[in-house]
């Protein structure tokens, strides 16, 4: 059975960093995506950011460009988000989710929930930055 776990979250100054991580279980298939999400209270969730660990290439939303880094550990099966200096409102709850479609990072983080491949989720982890 395929599970995503997030963890990582947390309490974090504004300008400090702070490190997510979600843990990938269940299968084997090495060409997919992995996603992060987020999503702020009464709104729905966006796309910020993709790896896909088939090519490597990873894409990010204007909004965290420069500021996150997308990576993985294949032998932990983990994809990371790294935060650094984030900002108040990067305050929300992350998820990730694995992507199954062919399409490319950009694709998956623009069309954000609009898009069909996205076939697993993790329960989030939530972030709150302190100003």
């Known amino acids: 059975q395929v599970q995503l776990v997030e963890s990582g979250g947390g309490l974090v100054q504004a300008g400090g960093s702070l490190s997510l991580s979600c843990a990938i279980s269940?299968?084997?298939?090495?060409?997919?995506?992995i996603a992060w999400f987020r999503q702020f209270p009464g709104k729905q969730r966006e796309g910020i950011s993709c790896?896909?660990?088939?090519?490597?290439?990873?894409f990010y939303a204007d909004s965290v460009k420069g500021r996150f880094a997308i990576s993985r550990d294949p032998a932990k099966n983990t994809v990371y988000l790294q935060m650094n200096n984030p900002k108040p409102e990067d305050k929300a709850t992350y998820y990730c989710?694995?992507?199954?479609?062919?399409?490319?990072?950009?694709?998956?983080?623009?069309?954000?929930?609009?898009?069909?491949?996205?076939?697993?989720w993790g329960k989030g982890t939530p972030v709150t930055v302190d100003s």
């Open positions: 269940g299968f084997t298939y090495d060409y997919y995506a």
């Open positions: 790896l896909h660990v088939g090519d490597g290439k990873s």
């Open positions: 989710a694995k992507d199954s479609s062919p399409v490319p990072c950009q694709i998956v983080v623009s069309q954000g929930m609009n898009h069909n491949g996205l076939n697993y």
